[in-house]
């Protein structure tokens, strides 16, 4: 009997299989610092990566497609981010107070991006948009936040309503109805809208993620944020662009600037600091405002957004993110990534189609995502395209990583700046192999 893809999976990751229990006794949630780690029946531990490529405890090689969870446009290791932040070590990680160079790291982001008038640094994706949506409500003086199925916007309370199907159930479990209350969840329609902005006059704002749910796994409709921008204006509510993956990644100036759009308020993170831990709100000049001390206390005290966070812009992350946007703000390592990504996009979609496989791949700039049950997503919803069935997400991804290939997820990626022509025919002839492995067990057909 041939290999099957789990027992070469287990074969090729002896160390990582041995580290697995160690990782269960002392973490919870299979043993995995995040969600998107775990894996049955254990998850790869990575050692070390450079470039667009990593390794792992084994000492097996892998062609990157995750690179940071797309927080490494730039690569692994790039030596510009390495050398800031080995210069920025020695002299201390935190002050309790500003740094010059956060003051130039704002000023980069002022600069690049379309709606930053002023900018304000938090340590997470998560954070910059639960702050997004808190400055929202602050400004408007109203309650609520519309949002978009499946949608993702990080793991915070107010992010857990309609993140995931049934989307009329939070998330998550401990989130309290009261922030249930407040977030009101759609399907990505204007006209569902329009008629809730209506009927309903205590709407502060409405996020959106930027390439659609989950770095464009559910695109959106030619239009749609142009639509989001016309109906937030008539109705004097805030458009927030969740630009925590399409930030620097689209453009210099993130989708914002590709597409020609000026949100009121939009959140950052990944690209924005090289890598490290970190986000921003950054936002209209008049929004902003309401986070100003201005040393009147009766003002401070009931009439501003209150933010803290040790580690926002500390000094790491501030040098890293200095050197990662003077790299980025040229457009070449997006030009470059959105190239790679669409020979990869066309190569694997000639795989499928020549092996007669029910299946298509699709994505914008430097994402793919594989859609395997269909040739076509059109007319699909999220409920859909985030519910393919378990069985053949995991065996695509295993297949993929016993050839030397990983990916964001489990069916999709990101291309980075340092992707070579060379790497997409490599990872290609890994996606190929992937294919008949699967179709040899009968898992795709």
Known sequence: ???????????????????????????????????????????????????????????????????????????????????????????????????????????????????????????????????????????????????????????HDYAMPGNLPPFDSPASIGIPQGAVDSVVVLPPDLDSLERTLAADNNIAGVITEGSGASYGTVPLSPGFLEGVRRLTRQYNVLMILDEVITGFRWSPGGLQQRIGIDPDLCTLAKILTGGLPGGAVAGRDDIMQVMVQTGDRQHDRHQRVLHGGTFNANPYCAATGNAALEIVASGEMQDTADRMADRLRVGLQEILDRSEVAACVYGDASTFHVYFGNRSIEGMDANTLKNAPPAIQTAFRQALQVRGVDLMSRTSGVLSGVHTEDDIDTALGAFDGAIQAMLEEGIAS
């Open 1 to 155: 009997m041939p290999e099957t893809i789990m027992e070469a999976y287990i074969r090729k990751n002896p160390k990582s299989a041995e580290l697995y229990p160690k990782f269960q006794e002392l973490f919870p949630s299979g043993g995995a610092g995040h969600d998107g780690y775990v894996a049955s029946p254990f998850p790869i531990s990575i050692a070390r990566g450079q470039g667009p490529r990593k390794w792992d405890v084994d000492g097996n090689e892998y062609i990157d497609f995750g690179l940071g969870s797309a927080s490494l446009l730039l690569g692994h290791s790039h030596p510009a981010v390495v050398d800031a932040l080995t210069k920025a070590a020695p002299l201390g990680s935190h002050f309790g107070a500003p740094v010059e160079s956060m003051l130039e790291w704002g000023e980069r982001v002022h600069n690049l991006i379309p709606c930053a008038d002023k900018v304000r640094f938090v340590a997470s994706g998560a954070e910059s948009t639960m702050l997004s949506m808190r400055i929202a409500r602050a400004y408007t003086g109203k309650e609520k936040i519309i949002r978009w199925e499946s949608h993702y916007h990080g793991w």
